[in-house]
């Protein structure tokens, strides 16, 4: 990381040539030269016109060499780019000038080490250092350049550079890393814009991947949570494959000095300037851990812990070379335990929240639904995997794989949903092992449910005489209860209300199960929960949520609307909170710069007025053992809203302690 922050020391001969040029006599403090002039590299310099940047001779610490460059002109020991990277000057005797149509650094012996090799020809030229960074090659006064520096990028990306692939002027730029961090000359790695597939940023050793960032898959890359949006830099991507155009840039916010640097081991960072501390502060560094290293858990792996780079097969799948897999080394990936998925009754295994897998060997369809997406690949027994991508003017198109699925790992931010084709067996096999569970399940929930409902039967008999007739379901219990007064919603209702639960509608996914935006015929936003088959929660929460939330009212406690049960359906039915959770906000690198310290006090006061009234306040004391970040919603107007009671705990007006056989919570 240090090699990134602080390198290219300017020697303190470069630094005393600067003072006396700034303030001699024959020195250029201009921004440009035209047609026919020159200037002395070891007296001279270029400075843009707010005096941001110098183009000038330097020579970096320890090195014999000299070198036409670009630095910052304010901060120090930060160059930008190199022109002469790898024909260097012996010593600091040249002129760069404005010959023909091109700008030439000629050596003190008046041999050629750089040029511009400008393509076109122009009538009132001018070489200019603009205060972007950027050395232009233009006729004067025109917005139109002949020849840039930013389309021939060294180590560094500054904001309104672009790297990838653009049809129309012919290049793929991107970015060559320093030797080291003392020699500007071309090192071994290069970062940049591929497009065998979906467009993805790459960094390569040679031919070699080293990191991949994640397709582009229509609004943002897949899996790259660091690629996001702040208060300090925006990315941004220009795709159309059509045109075979490709080009990733950003742009600087709020007046920040931005820059991303690829270092001489191969690591990249987006760095800013602290002006108070005088020093480049890294926002992201890229790999960042063990599983951003490219194929570590090799074909058909997933990655699943980022420290330490822990890998597993894919559902399907096991290890290709066990022994080398229990000695963690497991770059051999995996194979499918049965092959037989073409004709035979295969289907596919969702793996939710990942980075998805490179993209050489895929087609993309757009405006396809998820299900005409599942039957396309089910269909064609050549397609490995398929998912749905985001497109930028709205809607869905469906991506499938034909290749090798590498490169695959779970994600926090930006992370998708895989739907990987696996054989008949499997599936047979996860519904098998689901029904014994189920029954298991079913069968002690049901002796448990028998021997409570006969202890309440025997107390209702001693106590008032009164008889009830056992229900099949919790859910139908729950309906009879008297203290339960809360809408029943029937499945129709909330089908409708979520498009039959569309992909587009789904809007997270907890313990519980996955949860979608709805809304009902009165024009009410609302939120389902539905609970999914494999919950960690089930039947017991999901009683537990009803019972406990239906007889709570405070403004700082998520409002439940009402419940549906049908068959194997079990939903609940929230208030929408259109802000989701504050947690969202927290961990975003641009969102949390919204809350400012009031807002943030009145957030905590709003939810401890909800403790109090759930410890003191209301008619039950209810301790809710699962309160985080990702519990607490937010309103409209930003009001927290304490959700998620499947965990909470009832206490009497008088029980002070209670003991538990279950470790729940957070």
Known sequence: MGELICRCKLSSFLFFSTIIALFSTKSLAIDSIKAGESINGSTQMLISPAKKFVLGIFNPQGSKFHYLGIWYNNIPQTVVWVANRDNPLVNSSAHLVFKGENIVLL??????????????????????????????????????????????????????MKLGWDSKTGLNRKLTSWK??????????????????????????????????????????????????????????????????????????????????????????????VEDGEYW?????????????????????????????????????????????EMFRRSGGCVRKDNRTCGNGEGFKRISSVKFPDSSGYFVNVNMSIQDCEAACLNNCSCLAYGIMELPN??????????????????????QDLYVRVAASELDSTNKKLKVAVSVSVASFLGFLGFVICFILGRRRKDRGNVITPEITAGEILAQENDVEMPIY???TIEAATDNFSFSNKIGEGGFGPVY???????????????AGGSGQGQNEFKNEVTLISQLQHRNLVKLLGFCIHKEETLLVYEYMPNKSLDHFLFDNEKRYSLNWQKRFDIIIGISRGLLYLHRDSRLRIIHRDLKVSNILLDSEM?????????????????????????VGT
């Open 180 to 273: 080291n961090p003392n020699d500007p000359s071309s090192g071994d790695y290069t970062y940049g814009v591929e497009m065998d597939g979906l467009p993805q940023l790459v960094v390569r050793k040679g031919p070699i991947i080293t990191f991949r960032g994640g397709p582009w898959y229509g609004k943002r890359f897949s899996g790259s949570g660091d690629l996001r949006a702040t208060a300090i830099y925006a990315p941004k991507f220009d795709y159309n494959g059509d045109e075979h155009r490709a080009l990733f840039s950003y742009e600087a916010r709020n007046n920040f000095s931005v820059r991303l640097v690829l270092g001489a081991a191969g690591l990249f960072q987006q760095l800013y300037w």
């Open 107 to 160: 050596n003190q012996t008046g041999g050629i080490l750089w040029t511009s090799n400008s393509p076109r020809s122009l009538k009132e030229r001018e070489v200019q250092l603009l205060d972007t960074g950027n050395l232009v090659l233009r006729e004067t006064g025109s917005q139109d350049y002949a020849w840039q520096s930013f389309d021939y990028p060294s180590d560094t990306l500054l904001p309104g």
């Open 281 to 325: 502060y890294p926002l992201y560094t890229l790999p960042g851990d063990g599983c951003d290293v490219y194929g570590i858990c090799g074909e058909f792996g997933v990655c699943t812990f980022s420290l330490t780079a822990e890998c597993d097969c894919m559902d399907g799948f096991e290890p290709k070379w066990p022994d080398d897999w």
């Open 639 to 663: 009001n927290p809203k304490i959700s998620d009671f499947g965990m909470a705990r009832m206490f009497g007006e008088d029980q002070t302690t209670a003991k538990t056989k279950r470790v």
């Open 517 to 531: 935006k709805g809304k009902l015929p009165c024009g009410q936003e609302i939120a389902i929960k539905r609970l």
């Open 490 to 492: 029937d499945l129709t």
């Open 394 to 415: 709205g809607g869905y198109g469906c991506v499938t794989w034909f290749h090798k699925l590498m490169d695959v790992k779970f994600v926090v931010y930006n992370g």
